[in-house]
């Protein structure tokens, strides 16, 4: 009697196993990525962050290594970046106002560890020709 509920059987049977297996894979892969976006710390974006920007896994691992120690917000970071950047754009044109050459105004900065894209724009020479002294 069992051999001859087999053969119709096993053909349910693993269409059912196979649809089960690929739903369960579908749903166990959705859950993952879902839980892994929502739980991201501002350390973990941070991270990955400077990954997207191309630099290595050490160099990445030992910024925010450096970071957490020292208390370091990204967003307080950006905000005296931009601070910084502006300072330096005013500085610049008051200089240039005042009758500098521009590379009187590039060297001075470079004396004083201005370079930056506050300084590019404010002399509107490329950060690269800056840095290849092209002015």
Not at 9 to 15: A, D, E, G
Not at 73 to 78: L, N, P, S, Y
């Amino acid at each position: 009697m069992i051999e001859s509920l087999m053969p119709q059987t096993w053909h349910v049977f693993l269409p059912g196993v196979l649809c089960g297996a690929i739903l369960m894979a579908v749903s166990g892969a959705a859950w993952v990525v879902y839980k892994s976006k929502s739980i991201l710390s501002p350390e973990q974006a941070a991270y990955d962050d400077c990954l997207k920007s191309g630099r290595t896994i050490r160099d990445c691992a030992a910024t925010l290594r450096t970071q957490v120690r020292h208390g370091f917000d990204r967003r307080q970071g950006e905000k005296a970046m931009e601070a910084f950047e502006k300072a330096i754009k005013e500085e610049v044109e008051k200089r240039l106002s005042s009758g500098a050459s521009k590379r009187e105004v590039v060297q001075w900065a470079k004396q004083n560890a201005f370079v930056g894209k506050g300084l590019s724009d404010a002399v509107g020479i490329s950060l690269k020709d800056i840095e290849d002294d092209n002015y």
